[in-house]
């Protein structure tokens, strides 16, 4: 099982960014997907969650300016964000499995996202 996130990068406040993960070895329509962050020390966190019956959570932090998407056909999952702010500097990594960040599941390697004030 492999998920590689990508799309990460660094943006000024206001900016707006899309990440990707793609899957492999893992289908994800047969999955609930996730993006988690970890800012430098702090601990993981959801950012968004999609259940397998599309049911959709955010993080109140993010509601109305993360969206989190998946592509089924490509076995991809987005997250598109906009409004960023510095506070929404980490690591962003997805996951495949259980909501939580310390639910069971597969997790992709991380991609960096810095917001510049």
């Known amino acids: 099982v492999q998920l590689q996130a990508s799309g990460g990068g660094l943006v000024q406040a206001g900016g707006s960014l899309r990440l990707s993960c793609a899957a492999s070895?893992?289908?994800?329509?047969?999955?609930?997907v996730g993006w988690y962050r970890q800012a430098p020390g702090k601990q993981r966190e959801m950012v968004a969650h999609m259940g397998l019956d599309r049911t959709i959570e955010y993080a109140d932090s993010v509601k109305g300016r993360f969206t989190i998407s998946r592509d089924n056909t490509k076995n991809m999952v987005f997250l598109e964000m906009s409004g960023l702010k510095p506070e929404d500097t980490a690591v962003y990594f997805c996951?495949?499995?259980?909501?939580?960040?310390?639910?069971?599941?597969?997790w992709g390697q991380g991609t960096l996202v810095t917001v510049s004030s």
């Open positions: 070895g893992i289908r994800l329509i047969l999955n609930s």
């Open positions: 996951k495949a499995g259980s909501k939580g960040p310390l639910s069971s599941g597969s």
